[in-house]
């Protein structure tokens, strides 16, 4: 158990709704990560939170936002969804914002989109 | 784009051999990681090598960092069954204000018992 936490496991929706994942990072950590996982595109940052304050984007549509709350917890929003968004996402946590350790990572959310 | 690349893309050995994979990157780095990933799940931390480290060991992985050729080499002895996974090299790259790990497109490992 990586102690990061990620709802809902799985999801099923049709093309054009919007979707919210949660993440609860591992104790003690201030960064979050989302990463998208396809099979055509591999392993893709998305966004980096530090602390509730958005660090860095990477490969994120504008359809796609997020933030980080006060108590570290983190949501990704996706909306007029796409088939093409049919992917895992994953959420990861590490102590600083500089990967100078270790990330721990959820078992992620597997959406479907229909 | 793809910082690291991981060599071969699928790998297929029996039980007991060893298994080795290399993976090669771009940019200067501070340290490289190796993650596994069992199918549909999350990934998991291996091992973490500094820049200034050669070799690091643990259990029965070895990891070795030539940065000047900017590659490392994962080495998993005595393979199992159970390790049976992806295996992912990750450098911090950065961006914005901060450092995020980007993955190359990973290895298939398929231990035969």
């Known amino acids: 158990d990586s102690g990061v936490t990620q709802t809902p496991k799985h999801l099923i929706t049709a093309t054009g709704q919007r979707v919210t994942l949660r993440c609860s990072p591992r104790?003690?950590?201030?960064?979050v990560y989302w990463y998208q996982q396809s099979l055509d595109q591999g392993l893709q940052f998305l966004i980096q939170y530090y602390n509730g304050e958005e660090r860095a984007k990477g490969n994120i549509l504008e359809r796609f936002s997020a933030q980080q709350f006060p108590d570290l917890h983190s949501e990704l929003n996706l909306s007029s969804l796409e088939l093409g968004d049919s992917a895992l996402y994953f959420c990861a946590s590490s102590v600083d914002s500089f990967m100078n350790t270790e990330a721990f990572f959820g078992q992620g959310t597997r959406l479907t989109v229909v | 784009s793809q910082q690291g690349e991981e060599d071969p893309q699928a790998l297929s050995i029996q039980e007991g051999e060893n298994a080795t994979m290399n993976c090669s990157y771009k940019t200067s780095i501070n340290n490289l990681q190796w993650y596994r990933q069992n199918s549909g799940r999350g990934l998991v931390h291996l091992i973490l090598?500094?820049?200034?480290?050669r070799e690091k060991h643990s259990g029965r992985l070895r990891v070795t960092l030539d940065t000047s050729k900017k590659s490392s080499s994962l080495l998993i002895t005595a393979s199992r069954a159970a390790d049976t996974a992806s295996y992912f090299c990750?450098?911090?790259?950065?961006?914005?204000?901060?450092?995020?790990?980007?993955f190359g497109s990973g290895t298939q490992l398929t231990v035969l018992p």
């Open positions: 990750a450098t911090p790259i950065s961006s914005g204000s901060a450092r995020q790990l980007t």
């Open positions: 104790s003690g950590d201030l960064s």
């Open positions: 090598i500094r820049s200034n480290e």
